[in-house]
């Protein structure tokens, strides 16, 4: 059974830290993140976790310490937000690189110049060549359950996985969560087994330099280049697809709470008008489809769990139907569109659906989004997707222009 | 002969026919420094001459597990290390971050700082060639006064060394010490030391460098001898905070004669283009280091 | 079928002569004239100057002392250290021992 507690959504990402009985952590205070650490540093200091903390001097020596602990075994677990994710840029590359499963908390927050303290998305966005899974939660409840589900994808694909949610938001906003039972978690995940051990009695130089060409080892054998080390990454983020589903599957059936897509889904049963988002934004686009069906427009919202791997089949499915579709997102790729809008466009792209798509930027450096704004913004866009000339276009919403 | 020549062990850790220079100081160092370092050690290593002389994938040339990681990163490296150890259980293993002076006085010096303010149990071990060899020879933080390099090609380096050696000082070490590849029993020695002590031990070592210094390969134990008989290098052991010179150092300080500057600047072409003024600056510097190390070794 | 390494990520294990024969850098080789090295003049383990600071690890400490030639990078410091001038560098093709 578990316990239901009201809590911020950075304790229910510690308190899933603890279940899942990390060994090593290691970060470095930001905001929005800040009190996951400091929760786990009660954790650790109470023996209530009994695992190592190393306070690093930086996000950067905070996730080499994370590759460092897991490449010898032990489970890692870090969080940050903003520019300390961009910080880290070099070293998710190499977690990546170096096929770790460490897990890593984005509180997402926008990134300088100038400082903004507040939530978009802008950070997690602009990591997202680096090789890591991204998951996207909507509710506190999701934070803890998507970490827990973060450990077994992560330690099963050997890839890392970032869990992101919104600043403030989630962050520090209060809600009921039912917490897992430990011996659930327990029973969910099995202990981590690293793809290699590095220890004195099995010596290798892991990591080093590799040129393009393949080379031949001392047994004779042609070994990899660069590019088939790219190239089984890449394989294993496509096989994710599965193991994501299975392992939400899995936790459906112990939880109760439902974990079985890529993709999660409000109203869209007869929807002609088709949202979507990830995070928060995609939750308060649930409010404007109830509005929207009010004045009689069939809305319905998908919303991204998954972001990288892109769940593109499911996306395919999901918006089939759909007449129109709004792509709600909190970053810009700039000098084009939202990150987001160009994923699920190339998604289509082919395909026998060729709906009317726009995309609507909003709640950059945590501009207020309300539900109203976005039941508004769609109604302006479904008008203007007549006109042929703006069947796709990019809207700032509540920008001063 | 120096007797105690054979209590070294004849095992090779750093094995031949790698990719090191001819004559390469790190190399002559770092046969040493894995020969004393060999049982239950990992090391790590950021991008640097060093990741060559690794090798490249998929054969590596050093008999010591291994991690590399990013230039910046490597006392952070260790220390992760250090920490997945410990929550493991391996806690029989020396941690060794190996690292050249680019990430050890510059862009390491952050990690380093901060795993060493942590009290971490590892041993940072910098071999100091005085620039950014594998890049091609450009100034480091290390680089001495008068150096020409790639990116002080004309006017030479205008600022002195950094020292680096003060800095990790200020981080109440239980283990500082100083080698040099000019005297490989004493460096060997120093790392056996250093493995057996507990807490953030920092070593540095000498590294002649032929291509980069400018002189011919054959001469690199004459120039680190050279470094260390006119004071530019001091070979010297700080524990728990106690300075004492240690192997042809104390010869030195004990008799008090230290060769000219510039019998070590005229051997090298990096120096070529040094001013006068610049010779001298540079014996007035070694001249009051010297002053300093005495006056500490008084205690 | 060819055979591929099961690595997932990049990983290298120990072998001598990663670089290959790094015996062909040389431009020059060290020939020892063993009337004059200590060890076999005195015929005990002696000296062993070349053997310490050889950068390769090239040398053996035997009677006579052998370098292993398909490794020697042709540094030169064994000849510049050894005190009783033994080791002479010498032209590679020269065959004169
Ligand atoms: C962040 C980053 N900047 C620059 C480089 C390029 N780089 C690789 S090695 C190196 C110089 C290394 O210098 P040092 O640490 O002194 O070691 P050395 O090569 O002299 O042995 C540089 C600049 C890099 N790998 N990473
Ligand atoms: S450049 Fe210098 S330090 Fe680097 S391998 Fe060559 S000799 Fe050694
Ligand atoms: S250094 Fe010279 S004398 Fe000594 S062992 Fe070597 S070759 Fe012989
Ligand atoms: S020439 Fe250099 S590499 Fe060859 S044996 Fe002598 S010291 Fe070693």
């Known amino acids: 059974m578990s316990k239901t507690i009201i809590m911020t959504g950075n304790t229910a990402a510690a308190t899933a830290a603890r279940l899942c009985r990390v060994q090593v952590i290691a970060a470095y205070p930001i905001t929005p993140q800040t009190s996951v650490t400091e929760t786990l540093s009660q954790y650790v200091e109470s023996g209530e976790l009994p695992a190592q903390y190393v306070r690093v001097e930086s996000e950067h020596s905070a996730m080499t310490v994370c590759i460092s602990a897991s490449t010898v075994g032990a489970r890692a677990f870090t969080s940050t937000s903003s520019h300390g994710l961009l910080y880290m840029h070099e070293q998710l590359h190499w977690a990546a690189g170096s096929r770790l499963p460490i897990v890593m908390c984005c509180v997402n927050r926008g990134v300088g110049a100038p400082w903004s303290i507040f939530n978009d998305q802008q950070d997690s966005i602009a990591q997202r060549d680096t090789g890591w899974i991204q998951l996207y939660c909507r509710n506190n409840q999701e934070i803890i359950d998507t970490v827990i589900q973060a450990y077994r994808i992560a330690e099963e694909v050997y890839a890392p996985v970032m869990v992101c949610y919104d600043g403030f938001v989630l962050s520090h906003t209060m809600m009921p969560v039912a917490v897992p039972q430990a011996d659930m978690v327990d029973s969910y995940l099995s202990p981590y087994r690293p793809h290699t051990i590095l220890s004195p009695d099995n010596v290798r130089n892991i990591n080093p330099v590799m040129f393009a060409v393949l080379r031949k080892n001392s047994a004779g054998v042609l070994c990899d280049g660069y590019m088939e080390m790219r190239y089984k990454l890449q394989e294993a983020l496509e096989k994710a697809r599965e193991v994501i589903v299975e392992a939400g599957r899995k936790y459906s059936e112990l939880t109760g709470r439902d974990y079985r897509e890529m993709l999660w889904s409000y109203q869209d049963k007869d929807a002609e008008i088709i949202l979507t988002g990830m995070g928060s934004i995609a939750s308060e686009a649930t409010v404007a489809v109830d509005m929207l069906r009010e004045a009689g427009i069939k809305a319905g919202v998908v919303g991204i769990r998954v972001y990288r791997p892109f769940p593109r089949a499911e996306v395919q499915k999901a918006l089939g139907k759909a007449k129109a579709i709004i792509v709600l997102e909190k970053d810009i790729s700039y000098g084009y569109e939202g990150a987001l809008c160009s994923d699920i466009k190339a998604a289509l792209y082919g395909t026998a659906i060729n709906a009317p798509l726009h995309n609507i930027v909003a709640g950059l450096g945590g501009r207020d989004v309300k539900a109203s704004e976005i039941c508004e913004a769609v109604k302006k866009s479904l008008a203007e997707m007549k006109g042929q000339e703006s069947r796709f276009k990019t809207h700032w919403l509540n920008c001063r222009q | ?299 | 079928m060819e055979k591929k390494d099961e690595n997932i990520s990049a990983m290298s294990t120990v072998a001598v002569g990663e670089a290959g024969r790094t015996g062909d850098w040389r431009d020059l080789k060290p020939v020892i004239n063993h009337s004059k090295c200590i060890p076999t003049v005195k015929n005990k383990a002696a000296c062993y100057l070349c053997w310490l600071y050889c950068p390769e690890g090239v040398i053996k400490t035997g009677i006579p002392v052998e370098i292993d030639m398909d490794y020697c990078k042709g540094c030169g410091i064994c000849a510049e250290e050894c005190p009783a001038k033994a080791i002479s560098m010498v032209p590679e093709g020269d065959n004169d021992e």
């Open chain 2, 1 to 299: 002969m120096p007797e105690n020549l054979f209590k070294v062990k004849k095992e090779e850790y750093m094995l031949p026919g790698n990719r090191a220079c001819q004559g390469c100081g790190l190399s002559l160092a770092y046969r040493y420094a894995t020969k004393a370092l060999h049982q239950k050690t990992i090391l790590t290593i950021p991008a640097s001459c060093l990741t060559v002389l690794h090798g490249l994938y998929p054969t590596t040339s050093v008999m010591i597990p291994c991690l590399n990681c990013t230039f910046a990163s490597t006392a952070a490296s260790a220390a992760g290390l250090v920490a997945g150890l410990a929550a493991t259980g391996q806690t029989d293993t020396t941690v060794v971050a190996f690292a050249g002076d680019g990430g050890t006085y510059d862009i390491g010096i952050q990690a380093l700082s901060g795993a060493a303010e942590r009290g971490t149990d590892f041993i940072f071990a910098c071999y100091d060639n005085e620039g950014y060899m594998n890049t091609g020879t450009q100034r480091s933080s290390a680089t001495p006064l008068g150096a020409l390099t790639t990116t002080t090609p004309i006017l030479t380096k205008v600022q002195h060394k950094k020292d680096m050696l003060k800095i990790m000082e200020a981080h109440h070490l239980p283990y500082i010490a100083t080698t040099s590849p000019a005297y490989p029993i004493d460096l060997y020695d120093k790392f056996v030391k250093a493995k057996r002590i507990v807490g953030t031990r920092y070593l540095q070592i000498q590294a002649p460098c032929p291509p980069g210094w400018g002189y011919p390969p054959r001469d690199t134990v004459k120039i680190a001898r050279l470094a260390i008989e006119t004071g530019i290098f001091v070979l010297f052991e700080i524990e728990d905070g106690k300075f004492h010179f240690t192997s042809r150092s104390k010869t030195i300080a004990q008799r008090g004669r230290r060769l000219p500057v510039v019998n070590y600047l005229e051997k090298q072409e990096r120096f070529q283009k040094m001013s006068m003024d610049q010779i001298e600056s540079l014996q007035k510097m070694v001249d009051s280091k010297w002053q300093e190390y005495q006056k500490k070794a008084e205690g």
